[in-house]
T-cell receptor, first 115, second 111 residues
Framework: NAGVMQNPRHLVRRRGQEARLRCSPM?????VYWYRQLPEEGLKFMVY????????ESGMPKERFSAEFPKEGPSILRIQQVVRGDSAAYFC?????????????FGQGTRLTVV | RKEVEQDPGPFNVPEGATVAFNCTYS??????FFWYRQDCRKEPKLLMS???SGNEDGRFTAQLNRASQYISLLIRDSKLSDSATYLC????????????FGRGTSLIVHP
């Protein structure tokens, strides 16, 4: 039973390019959360998705960032026209159900470097 | 006020020491609490859930104080391998429940 899979593990983009980060949840999990972690900082919530639905995107920057979780395939976090400040580790987590008692399982993260 | 607050440390302790971390949360309607461990440049991994009655797992004990809105993690007989960042996580009700992280407390165990 594979865990949460994220790819790529490392991604280098030049300023102005697009970055696409992928997350395949654990088998049987239909809830996905994306977080961003800057160096020496905690994990900041970005967006919560269920299959084909964005449930909560209150942590997502209003511009350049988008997320989706299609019926088939992985969840995608997309960053358009990247800037140096987007350099961070992006973690995806999945859970089997929503609710107050659910614990989340994390992927290994994608480290984005904008040059 | 931040939703989940932790003292970032670092806590620098010798092997065998007992160390305790606290975490406070602002939303009294929060119901679920966890401690995660994060090693340098790795993903967070669940250490233990925190139950109302308190719970223990080997050298680790977690407690919840709802009246004061804080949770704690106690590590007894510290090992070198315990060196990591310990993240307090609270499922905050915001329409849906969102796992919300504290900044983390850094622990360094030295020989």
């Amino acid at each position: 039973n594979a865990g949460v899979m994220q790819n790529p593990r490392h991604l280098v983009r030049r300023r102005g390019q697009e970055a696409r980060l992928r997350c395949s949840p654990m088998k049987g999990h239909s809830h996905v959360y994306w977080y961003r972690q800057l160096p020496e900082e905690g994990l900041k919530f970005m967006v919560y998705l269920q299959k084909e639905n964005i449930i909560d995107e209150s942590g997502m920057p209003k511009e350049r960032f988008s997320a989706e979780f299609p019926k088939e395939g992985p969840s995608i976090l997309r960053i358009q026209q990247v800037v140096r400040g987007d350099s961070a580790a992006y973690f995806c987590a999945s859970s089997p159900a929503a609710g107050e008692v659910t614990e989340a399982f994390f992927g290994q993260g994608t480290r984005l470097t904008v040059v | 006020r931040k939703e989940v607050e932790q003292d970032p440390g670092p806590f620098n302790v010798p092997e065998g020491a007992t160390v305790a971390f606290n975490c406070t949360y602002s939303n009294s309607a929060s119901q679920s609490f966890f401690w995660y461990r994060q090693d340098c440049r790795k993903e967070p991994k669940l250490l233990m859930s925190v139950y109302s009655s308190g719970n223990e797992d080997g050298r680790f004990t977690a407690q919840l104080n709802r009246a004061s809105q804080y949770i704690s993690l106690l590590i007894r007989d510290s090992k070198l391998s315990d060196s990591a960042t310990y993240l307090c996580v609270v499922n905050i009700p915001r329409g849906s429940y969102i796992p919300t992280f504290g900044r983390g407390t850094s622990l360094i165990v030295h020989p």
